[in-house]
């Protein structure tokens, strides 16, 4: 499986941006994509996870201003991210693993996930 973010930037507080992730190599119908973000010094955080039959859910730093969806035709997970803050300052990546639950422990078991992007940096600026 690969995975290849983009749509990283920098663009100042408030303002908006759209990653992408494009995914190719998955075999089975039930997958979850999945962002999360790292700063320097700070544990990998989640973002953000959606899954094959539609499943998404958010963390709760991001719920209400960032929104996930999906292409399936294209293979590509799509980030929006409104109301930039400094602090969504990072490196984010998407992340992919196969089965029925994957959204379901995305926010906490990060280590399940075996495929990662590159990353994509994004930067707010105050």
């Known amino acids: 499986v690969q995975l290849v973010e983009s749509g990283g930037g920098l663009v100042q507080a408030g303002g908006s941006l759209r990653l992408s992730c494009a995914f190719s190599?998955?075999?089975?119908?039930?997958?979850?994509i999945a962002w999360y973000r790292q700063t320097p010094g700070k544990e990998r955080e989640a973002v953000s996870c959606?899954?094959?039959?539609?499943?998404?859910h958010y963390s709760d730093p991001v719920r209400g201003r960032f929104t996930i969806s999906s292409d399936k035709a294209k293979n590509t997970v799509y980030l929006r991210m409104n109301s930039l803050k400094p602090e969504d300052t990072a490196v984010y990546f998407c992340?992919?693993?196969?089965?029925?639950?994957?959204?379901?422990?995305?926010?906490?078991?990060?280590?399940?996930?075996?495929?990662w992007g590159q990353g994509a940096q994004v930067t707010v600026s105050s």
């Open positions: 992340a992919a693993d196969v089965g029925i639950n994957v959204c379901q422990y995305y926010e906490t078991e990060s280590y399940r996930f075996p495929s």
């Open positions: 190599g998955i075999r089975f119908d039930d997958y979850g």
């Open positions: 959606i899954h094959s039959d539609g499943e998404i």
